[in-house]
């Protein structure tokens, strides 16, 4: 059964911190990895997708990597602002069909002005 | 981009009363939809795996008489807490997919269920 894990569970840095989120999975066949952004009583947003092909996908002062043989992903803020404050979420999905994502339980962060 | 709406945002109401709860995707054809539970601070807990035309597939653990579940077409589904009681209050969130290749997911604002 896939387990995906993040850490750590809560960070707080200053405004402008480059800083990165860690994101591990116990089975390296994956399909695709997501990363979502959720902010306090709302739903998630997607900010990333990888595929299972791929090493990085980036947007903006957002850049996630995968490393799919050691189960790992890490999505990277550059220059942090305090908008983005909010709960990430990893999620992995197994295969192609209808199948739906697992979850880590996600990283709370605090961007202080 | 592909977009998921959900509605109500809020719902507050009395136990027994039955709620439903409607997720379109605005943009795209979804043949499964998701549904997910989630309690405060905590992670998304899937609940279940909505197929257009078919029956849903529910998670162990989670009654589907008490949770149902209709996808009547490819862009809209439903959840109906039946008879909620005061346990049943948290945050339901529905999710889609495109169809087609690594097609992210998407969700949608979530529903906030308060039962007094």
């Not at chain 1, 116990?26 to 994956?30: F, K, V, W």
């Not at chain 1, 220059?79 to 404050?85: E, K, L, V």
């Not at chain 2, 008879?83 to 209050?89: K, L, M, V």
């Given at each position: 059964k896939q387990e995906v894990t993040q850490i750590p569970a809560a960070l707080s840095v200053p405004e402008g911190e480059n800083l990165v989120l860690n994101c591990s999975f116990?089975?390296?066949?994956?399909y695709n990895l997501q990363w979502f952004r959720q902010d306090p009583g709302k739903g998630l947003t997607s900010l990333l997708l990888i595929q299972s092909s791929q090493r990085e996908q980036t947007s903006g002062r957002l850049n996630a990597s995968l490393d799919k043989s050691s189960g790992r992903s890490t999505l990277y803020i550059a220059?942090?602002?305090?908008?983005?404050?909010a709960t990430y979420l990893c999620a992995v999905r197994r295969?192609?069909?209808n199948t739906p994502l697992v979850f880590g339980k996600g990283t709370r962060l605090s961007v202080i002005a | 981009g592909a977009v998921v709406s959900q509605h109500p945002s809020r719902v507050i109401c009395k136990s027994g009363t039955s709620v439903k709860i409607e997720c379109r995707s605005l943009d795209f054809q979804a043949t499964t939809m998701f549904w997910y539970r989630q309690f405060p601070k905590k992670s998304l807990m899937l609940m279940a795996t909505s197929n257009e035309g078919s029956k849903a597939t529910y998670e162990q653990g989670v009654e589907k008489d008490k949770f149902l579940i209709n996808?009547?077409?490819?862009t809209l589904s439903t959840l109906t807490v039946t008879?909620?009681?005061?346990?049943?209050?948290s945050f339901y969130i529905c999710s889609a997919r495109d169809r087609g290749f690594n097609q992210p997911q998407h969700f949608g604002d979530g529903t906030r269920l308060s039962i007094l």
């Open positions: 116990t089975d390296s066949a994956i220059a942090s602002q305090p908008g983005d404050s295969d192609s069909g | 996808h009547a077409s490819l008879s909620a009681h005061p346990e049943d209050s």
